[in-house]
């Protein structure tokens, strides 16, 4: 079965074709660059760049498939959450499509997205697995029992791990998107230079705050000179990285353990992050554990990952409405 799938939750725009849910054909994916002069992403400007892009994208995905929309079985798109213009632009491109072609539609919950990356790529994976969802918008524990049945832990009680990256590279100077270069950045910096708070890393709960190690990193580096932190950059960087990176790894072993689940999947943006895995990697030998995570283009936000969601759902719920419309604070179910 054949599945077409379509991301413009936030700033990428991409189109992808994934056979049976598990083999990609083809995961074009554009990153808009027009937002770096605002420090951040501007939603209008996402939308027109959406409207602008989102058909020679899905033009390019299909000719890479070596498909024509006639042979797809299956139009699936992100409903939420993100930014309610950029998510419009997609929904209703995929909605016309499939009511013009007499496919069947089903809207996906980016955040399942997120959570079908690994199953895309891990054959072997237990079905009843935790999974660690860390991205620029949301940090969450979920307990999986198995396709669409999921048990929330614990998530971000504010700032998503992703952002306080992205607001502590600006702090620094390191432009936008800031994860990325501070994490190229840490690789050469002492991770001991500066120890940050690990906040609620102690809690007996599997909740999370990153607003607070925020604010610590601001309050250091108001103390320093323009010199000091140009000598000490690299060494802030590995300091803050090390302390957003412990918490999530400590916390997620801590849960597997205590739900007695052997594999951990790692998904969203923070996924590509060096030091997460490294010290996933470090740490899980002491246990009999196993830890996956994706490739680095399906940690960010792609089609390939709604097409396998929308495969999995429409195989558990069948096709979706096309009166469905985008939801930017669309939850994970979940009981």
Avoid at 55 to 70: C, F, N, S
Avoid at 120 to 133: G, K, Y
Avoid at 202 to 222: I, M, P, R
């Amino acid at each position: 079965m054949l599945t077409l799938g379509i991301e413009t939750s936030c700033d990428e725009t991409s189109v992808a074709v994934v056979r049976d849910g598990l083999e990609t054909l083809s995961n074009v994916i554009l990153s808009q660059v027009e937002h770096s002069a605002f420090g951040g992403v501007v939603p209008e400007v996402a939308s027109r760049v959406h409207l602008k892009t989102i058909v020679p994208i899905y033009r390019q995905a299909l000719k890479e498939a070596g498909v024509t929309l006639d042979q797809i079985d299956l139009v699936a798109a992100t409903m939420g959450p993100g930014l309610v213009g950029p998510l419009l632009v997609g929904l209703t491109f995929a909605k016309g499509l499939a009511w013009a072609a007499s496919k069947p539609f089903v809207p996906v919950n980016h955040i399942e997205g997120h959570l079908a990356a690994n199953i895309l790529e891990t054959p072997d994976l237990d079905p009843r697995h935790l999974t660690l969802i860390v991205s620029g918008g949301h940090t969450m524990l979920v307990e999986v029992e198995e396709f669409g049945k999921y048990h929330l832990l614990g998530q971000t009680r504010d700032d998503a791990a992703g952002e306080a990256f992205d607001k502590v590279a600006k702090l620094m100077g390191l432009g936008y998107p800031g994860g990325a270069r501070l994490d190229k950045l840490a690789q050469t910096g002492n991770r001991k230079h500066v120890r940050f708070p690990r906040p609620m890393k102690s809690s007996g709960d599997f909740q999370f705050s990153f607003s607070g190690l925020k604010t610590a990193v601001a309050l250091y580096l108001e103390k320093l000179t323009e010199d000091e932190l140009e000598t000490q950059k690299a060494d802030i960087a590995a300091s803050f990285q090390e302390a957003v990176v412990e918490v999530l790894v400590e916390k997620s072993i801590r849960a597997a353990r205590e739900r007695r689940l052997r594999d951990i999947t790692i998904s969203g943006g923070v996924a590509a992050n060096s030091r997460l895995r490294s010290m996933f990697e470090e740490r899980i030998g002491r246990y009999n554990l196993r830890v996956f995570y994706p490739s680095l283009e399906l940690c960010t936000d792609n089609a390939a990952m709604i097409a396998a969601a929308g495969y999995y759902r429409f195989q558990k719920e069948g096709p979706g409405e096309f009166i469905v419309n985008a939801i930017p604070y669309l939850r994970l179910d979940s009981e």
